[in-house]
């Protein structure tokens, strides 16, 4: 199954989609060293059949959404840009929450206008947690804050991220959510049974992180499997995420069109039982 539709939504995208993050420059703070580089990763992207590009007006901040503007306006047919409200990147470039309904306003209307965009197709409101890992706490006033938006006709539909299962129903009490977005990948496994719970209910499971993030994925299982599949251990960790569940879509970051590429290139992978259990053995 390589398509999915958001629930309740005419959203469908392709299950390899792309993450924006890395092409604000070093330190996701921007400009980047090469514009030109940017932009071109985004049309291959889009050449490549993606269609769901995960971004945020804090990657940058501003910069990144300015950079898929210019790439790709006029936006094809059919593609979803997904953001997310929640942070805020102050001169120092530290990573800091932006809660207030205030803050969340604005940065609806911080992303409208870098994207170009009359409405925002989905907005994930992220938990700033603590830092990449989640934290109990009432997301109410918040999420409250972006149904208001979405029945001003600002946001199209709403999602979650860095959230823990309490949240996300509590999420889920105010308005509908199609869309959760956590730390998950082959090495870091918190949400087995979230994922399988959201599976249950049809909605989209979007690892961040897919490939280590930061500090990307290394392990000699994984180097092993994909030597002996004449695949890159980046493809294996992607081919994995999509057989885990069918409702997991992906947004690997790259800054580089021959990543990007191979990245598009993993959903050709099939991996069999035994492979996957070997691979399972990483966690
Ligand atoms: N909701 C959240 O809190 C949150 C947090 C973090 C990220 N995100 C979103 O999730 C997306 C994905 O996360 P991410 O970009 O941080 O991490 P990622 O996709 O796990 O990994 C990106 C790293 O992997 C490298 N890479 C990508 N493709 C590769 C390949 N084929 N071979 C070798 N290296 C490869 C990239 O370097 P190169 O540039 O050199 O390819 C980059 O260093 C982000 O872009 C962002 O949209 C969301």
Not at 160 to 175: C, G, H, K, P, R
Not at 190 to 210: E, S, T
Request: hydrophobic residues 40%; negative net charge; charged residues 15%.
């Amino acid at each position: 199954m390589n398509e999915f539709t958001f629930p309740g939504t005419s959203l469908t995208v392709r299950r390899i989609g792309y993450g924006a993050m890395q092409l604000a420059g070093s330190g996701v703070w921007g400009p980047p060293n090469d514009v030109g580089a940017a932009v071109a990763v985004l049309r291959e992207a889009v050449a490549s059949g993606v269609n769901h590009i995960d971004t945020s007006d804090y990657y940058g901040p501003h910069v990144t959404n300015q950079i898929i503007r210019k790439a790709l306006q006029p936006y094809p047919r059919g593609l979803v840009i997904v953001t997310k409200l929640g942070g805020r990147r102050p001169s120092d470039k530290s990573w800091q929450p932006a809660i207030s309904r205030e803050e969340l306003v604005a940065g609806v209307h911080d992303n409208l206008r870098n994207l170009g965009l009359g409405v925002l197709e989905i907005a994930n409101y992220r938990v700033m947690g603590s830092g990449h890992g989640t934290e109990e706490g009432s997301i109410a006033e918040q999420v409250s804050v972006l149904a208001d938006l979405k029945r001003e006709g600002l946001i199209r539909h709403i999602g979650v991220s860095n959230v823990t299962a309490a949240q996300l129903a509590e999420a889920q009490s105010i308005t509908d959510i199609v869309c959760v977005q956590n730390n998950y990948n082959l090495a870091y496994r918190r949400d087995d049974a979230l994922i399988d719970d959201l599976a249950r209910q049809g909605i989209a499971y979007v690892p961040f992180f897919p490939l280590g993030g930061f500090t990307p994925l290394q392990s000699t299982t994984l180097s092993s499997v994909a030597a002996q599949l004449g695949a890159t251990p980046m493809q294996v960790a992607l081919a994995w995420l999509l057989q885990r569940s069918p409702n997991i879509l992906l947004i690997p970051g790259t800054s580089s069109v021959a990543h990007l590429r191979e990245n598009v290139a993993a959903g050709e992978l099939t991996l069999s039982p035994q492979t996957v259990a070997e691979l399972d053995g990483i966690a």
